[in-house]
């Protein structure tokens, strides 16, 4: 069993920076690709960014090429979201989300079977 906590959101202009962190627990990470999601109001959950288990590559929804960026310290068991130039369309609950060992990456938030209880991160105009 994996639990995972987010934290790191929060209100931020237009522009500006955040940085999230997924901190797990009762496994180690190293075998697990993780992803981030995240939800809007009225909105289905969409894929963000994930990071494989295997080689460390990454994987961007075009929305956010170029601004945020996925890394793992697999030595703290933690997983980071570190986003730049954030917009006001950027706003939502963000999850982290852990896949099961050693599996081929995916970007369908079905596939993913530990998740975290969200941070919300609100950009303002």
């Known amino acids: 069993q994996v639990q995972l906590v987010e934290s790191g959101g929060g209100l931020v202009q237009a522009g500006g920076s955040l940085r999230l962190s997924c901190a797990a627990s009762g496994r180690t990470l190293s075998s697990y690709n993780m992803g981030w999601f995240r939800q809007a109001p009225g909105k289905e959950r969409e894929f963000v960014t994930l990071?494989?288990?295997?080689?460390?590559?990454?994987r961007y929804t075009d929305s956010v090429k170029g601004r945020f960026t996925i890394s793992r310290d697999n030595a703290k068991n933690t997983v980071y979201l570190q986003m730049n130039s954030l917009k006001p369309e950027d706003t939502a609950a963000y999850y982290c989300?852990?896949?099961?060992?050693?599996?081929?990456?995916?970007?369908?938030?079905?596939?993913?079977?530990?998740w975290g209880q969200g941070t919300q991160v609100t950009v303002s105009s």
């Open positions: 990071i494989s288990w295997s080689d460390g590559a990454t």
């Open positions: 989300a852990a896949d099961r060992p050693f599996r081929i990456p995916t970007t369908r938030p079905t596939a993913y079977d530990y």
